[in-house]
T-cell receptor, first 115, second 113 residues
């Protein structure tokens, strides 16, 4: 089955620790995105990537880093510089190249909490 | 600043009623519009896409777009308790980075039996 796989489902971070959230897709989508969602809030864009080895900051990139070494994978690292990392993290992907009309499809999310 | 605004809710309707969810956007060159449904604790699920002025129907769902008024809505007919969720409006802007969506904060819908 085609889809987007995020792991782990739950993650706990200690103070001063970096943690990495995994996102893998087998939809052959070019573009991938990371969002953060806080309770009662909409989605805020952290980073996005349209092609391998290239990515752009979104609206709240501070304290996060990403890589895009393979088309299928777009891991997100939450660094110790992110002082309030507790949130629901969502990875999404979409087709690029047919104008700007393509919707994004989401993985199941990773819930990150501080210990 | 591109903004997407949704009626804050929560919206509560009885089973069988029509639920009406509204969304306005600030950028006149917005081109593509999407409605996502998000159940509590789950990820958003795409339920409707609309690109042209007018209505688009899919089962019990109807999306309505009015670009002149910068307004997009979602109607849910014969609402069911299983429709209880948060509905997110998302807008893609022509000229923005391809694929980038701007999301509203969502409207929480409760359908009571």
């Amino acid at each position: 089955d085609g889809g987007i796989t995020q792991s782990p489902k739950y993650l706990f971070r200690k103070e001063g620790q970096n943690v990495t959230l995994s996102c893998e897709q087998n939809l052959n989508h070019d573009a991938m995105y990371w969002y953060r969602q806080d309770p009662g809030q909409g989605l805020r864009l952290i980073y996005y990537s349209q092609i391998v080895n290239d990515f752009q900051k979104g609206d709240i990139a501070e304290g996060y880093s990403v890589s895009r070494e393979k088309k299928e994978s777009f891991p997100l690292t939450v660094t110790s510089a992110q002082k309030n990392p507790t949130a629901f993290y969502l990875c999404a992907s979409s087709i690029v190249g047919q104008g700007s009309n393509q919707p994004q499809h989401f993985g199941d999310g990773t819930r990150l909490s501080i210990l | 600043q591109k903004e997407v605004e949704q009626n804050s809710g929560p919206l509560s309707v009885p089973e069988g009623a029509i639920a009406s969810l509204n969304c306005t956007y600030s950028d006149r060159v917005s081109q593509s519009f999407f409605w996502y449904r998000q159940y509590s604790g789950k990820s958003p699920e795409l339920i409707m896409s609309i690109y042209s002025n007018g209505d688009k129907e899919d089962g019990r769902f109807t999306a309505q777009l009015n670009k002149a008024s910068q307004y997009v809505s979602l109607l849910i007919r014969d609402s069911q308790p299983s429709d209880s969720a948060t509905y997110l409006c998302a807008v893609n802007v022509r000229g923005s980075t391809l694929g980038r969506l701007y999301f509203g904060r969502g409207t929480q819908l409760t359908v009571w039996p």
